[in-house]
C-alpha cells in the first residue's frame, strides 16, 4: 500500500521558515520524480516545486529564492525548506509520487 505522510506544517510569522517533509512507503523511491503541490480553498492545486528521480531540482517562479526542495533517497523522504514565509503562501501543502500518488496533505499558516 502506498502512503505519503507529510509533516511540518503550521502557524508561522511573516519572514518565518518551516521545513515540510514527506516520507514515502510502498513505492521504489527512486523510482519517482517527487514534487510539493499547495492548494488554497476555492483554488486548484498548483506546483510548487519538483524534484526528478536524479535529485535536480526545479522551483516555481513565485516561490524561488525563498523556498527549496530536496530529497534523502536513504529514507524515502521528500523535504520542501520554506523561508522569508509570506501570508500568500498561506496553504495546504501536498506532497505527490510521479502522477498518480498524494499525500494527505499539510497545512501551513503565514500569519502575525
Known amino acids: 500500500q502506498v502512503q505519503l505522510v507529510e509533516s511540518g506544517g503550521g502557524l508561522v510569522q511573516p519572514g518565518g521558515s518551516l521545513r515540510l517533509s514527506c516520507a514515502a512507503h510502498?513505492?521504489?523511491?527512486?523510482?519517482?520524480?517527487m514534487s510539493w503541490y499547495r492548494q488554497t480553498p476555492g483554488n486548484e492545486r498548483e506546483l510548487v516545486a519538483i524534484i526528478s528521480s536524479r535529485g535536480t531540482p526545479t522551483i516555481q517562479p513565485s516561490v524561488e529564492g525563498r523556498f527549496t526542495i530536496s530529497r534523502d533517497n536513504a529514507i524515502n523522504t521528500v523535504y520542501l525548506q520554506m523561508n522569508s514565509l509570506e501570508p500568500e503562501d498561506t496553504a495546504q501543502y501536498f506532497c505527490?509520487?510521479?502522477?498518480?500518488?498524494w499525500g494527505q496533505g499539510t497545512q501551513v499558516t503565514v500569519s502575525s
Open positions: 510502498g513505492i521504489t523511491f527512486t523510482d519517482y520524480a
Open positions: 505527490r509520487a510521479g502522477i498518480m500518488y
